[in-house]
Every structure is written in C-alpha cells, then in structure tokens.
C-alpha cells in the first residue's frame, strides 16, 4: 500500500447550512465530512436561514462556529435585496461577498441589472477607502483592513454582465462552479485581456454529465445543472483556466429532493437543487490522477496554492492529509458522513482513502473517526484570533 503526503486542502465552496437548516448539516457535521475528505479549511456560504446579510448575522455565525467547528471556516456575506447594504460593515470580517444572479436554494437572488451594478460599486468603495484587496500572499493573520473577493454565482449571459463589473471596477471576481463550455471560454478570454477574474470548477462538473440526471432524476439536480457531454469535456480541455476545484457541497435530504420511497405522491413541494461534495473531492480527484487525466501537482495547485492565493488565506502549520493512494474502495451512502447521508457518486469506484489528518500538529481524523473537539477550528477573518 502506498501512502502519499498532502497538505490540508481547502474547499472554497460549501454549504454548512447553520443556522436554519441543521436537519441538512451544521457547523460540526459538515466540519467533520471535511476532515474525512481531507479538507482542513472551508468557505461557508451565506444563503443560510437567516442569511449571512448583516453584522449580527456574521457574528452568529462566527459564534456558532467557534463553538462547533473541527477544521478552519471563512464565512461569506450575502446581500439581499429588502436591505441591500446591510452586510457592508462585516464586509472585512468575510471571506468575500457572494452573489447569486441566477435562480438556485435560498433567498439571495439578485437579478435586476441596477443592484448587481451596486453591489460591485460599493465593493470596490469600501476596498478603496480601506487598504484595498487582500494581499494575494498572506501570514496569519490576516489584515482586518482589506477585503476579498466577490464570489458570483452566475450563468450563461450573466457571466459577461459580471465580467463587465468587474472590468469597470477592477474588482477581483471569483465565478463559481463553472459548467459550461460558453462561460469557460469567455472566461478565459477574459483572464487573456488580464482581468483580475479567477473561476472554479466542481467534482460533480468534471465527473457527472446530464445523462446522469436522465437516468437518476432529482438526486443529480443542481445549479448549475448538469451539463452536455461537450460541457463537461470543455472543462477538462481548458484546466488551465480553471483556478480552483471546489465542491459546491450542497446538502439536502433524500425527501427533499423528491427521492424519498416514502414520499407522498402528492407532495407539491418543488424538489431541491444541491448535492453534498466535501468528502467524495479528493478521491474523485486521485483517481483522476491514477487514470492519467490529472497531475497531483494540478490537484494541489488547485484545492491548495490557488484558493489561498485568492481568498488569502492563513497558512495552516504542522498540517498534512495522509492517503492510501492504491486501494480501491467504493463510494456509497452508508458511508457517507454528512447529515443528508447520501452521495451522488455512490458506487463509484475510488483510489485515494484518507487514512489521517493532522491539523497543527493534532491528529483530527484517524481514518475511521474525527478526533478533534468541537469548536477547535478556527474563524477566519475575525479581528481576535482564537
Ligand atoms: C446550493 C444550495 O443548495 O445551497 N444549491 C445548488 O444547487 N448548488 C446553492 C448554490 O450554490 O447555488
Ligand atoms: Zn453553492
């Protein structure tokens, strides 16, 4: 059996769902997935229940996860359209702010040209009465006077509305989960003329294609959805493009999204889009490299280097991922330890078992158990540090 060093990776997009949707995962339940997958940083997304759209709601969150969380965790904040400023005075507290110009879960869509204009407007305000974008290397901690990203959930003709933002503004933009062969081209296009623009792309993008949601249904339905084969093959031909891979780890219940057996057949509730991804990343991406498709130095440059580049991110010292790299084993629900308890790869067959985590010189996951006490990750961002 060969076992491979990594260092701890870093998922840039995840769903943990607290507060508001704590049947669907919390800050200690998703933190825990993330160990197992070998992930010791993430970055919480805002569409929770509240949304992360104000100060007090940052600082709930910031709360909530000084007390739960197992691994690292940055927070976006999110605007809303009923008070569409409120979450600039945490602005230096976020990773960055997210925004979701098309439909998806949640109640954070801003759609109408004149607010999108606004937010990018006042980002690039805020950063220029401050000490501008964070520095794109960084030593914890990080300054408490600039500001990252924004993060743009956008598709199809909203990709060059965004990239004409970010162009007038100079703002830097992160467009995520990237699944279609128009966006990755014009995105590259634009990464050519030298906008500050960086893009990821999910496991599900790179591995799953739209015939999985034709014979699979609603376990497969996400935003973006499922992609043409001709999408999916885009992708891999222009990962030089491709900043960052992330998993978009978007957990629901199996009712929820109308997979249930049990399910009345008359329930009326539309099912949801979302599936979870934090621990299934990495060995989907080993076997990738195990077939020759991928280099583990394209994995590492974009679970580690890039993300922590773009959302300067704090080193994290004494911290590695070992895996066993050559024994196969198969992705299933059972084994699944995110709350939802269920995967869209089940059944897939893997290399790349993480066999131990070590997070500042502590064994936090032993391959079969997360071993790290509730609330010992850190808060990203937090003027105090822990
Ligand atoms: C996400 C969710 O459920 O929060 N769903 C999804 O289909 N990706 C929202 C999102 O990231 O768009
Ligand atoms: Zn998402």
Redesign the pocket.
């Known amino acids: 059996m060969a076992t491979i060093r990594l260092p701890g990776l870093i998922d840039a997009h995840v769903?943990l769902r607290e507060p508001g949707y704590t049947h669907k995962e919390d800050f200690h339940s998703g933190t825990c997935a993330a160990l197992a997958g070998g992930v010791t940083t993430v970055l919480d997304?805002p569409?929770t229940e509240p949304p992360t759209s104000t100060p007090r709601r940052l600082q709930e969150k910031v709360d909530l996860a000084r007390a739960k969380a197992v691994c690292d965790v940055g927070l976006f904040v999110g605007a809303t359209v009923a008070d569409i400023d409120a979450y600039l005075p945490a602005a230096t507290r976020s990773c960055g702010l997210k925004i979701?110009v098309n439909e998806?879960?949640?109640s954070l869509r801003i759609e109408e040209l004149g607010l999108i204009h606004r937010l990018f407007r006042t980002w690039a305000a805020r950063a220029a009465e401050l000490d501008g974008w964070r520095p794109a290397a960084t030593a914890a901690p990080t300054t408490a006077t600039t500001l990252g990203p924004i993060a743009v959930?956008a598709e199809e003709l909203m990709v060059p509305v965004c990239l004409s933002l970010c162009q007038l503004y100079d703002v830097p933009l992160h467009v995520?989960?990237v699944s279609r062969r128009s966006e990755i081209e014009l995105i590259r296009a634009a990464k050519e003329k030298g906008l500050p623009v960086t893009c990821e792309a999910t496991p599900h993008h790179l591995f799953l294609s739209e015939e999985s949601f034709n014979r699979g249904g609603n376990r497969f339905d996400?935003?973006p959805r499922l992609a043409a084969p001709d999408d999916v093959e885009a992708l891999w031909e222009n990962l030089d493009a491709i900043d960052i891979f992330a998993t978009?780890h978007?957990p629901?219940t199996l009712p929820e999204k109308g997979m249930a057996e049990d399910l009345p057949a008359s329930s009326d509730r539309p099912p949801?889009?979302?599936v979870p991804g934090v621990e299934t990343m990495l060995p989907l991406l080993l076997t990738a490299v195990d077939a020759g498709r991928l280099e583990l130095d394209d994995l590492l440059l974009r679970c580690v280097e890039n993300p922590r580049r773009i959302y300067a991110l704090p080193e994290q010292p004494q911290t590695w991922v070992e895996v066993d790299v050559d024994t196969v084993h198969v992705l299933s629900d059972e084994l699944t330890r995110a709350r939802c308890g269920w995967t869209p790869f089940a059944g897939r067959h893997v290399k790349g078992r993480v066999e131990k985590v070590v997070l500042r010189g502590q064994t936090v996951f032993d391959g079969e158990q997360v071993l790290a006490a509730p609330g010992s990750g850190r808060v990203l961002f937090q003027e105090s540090e822990q």
């Open positions: 769903h997304m569409n979701y998806t879960f949640g959930h995520v989960h996400m935003r978009d978007a629901h949801l889009p979302g």
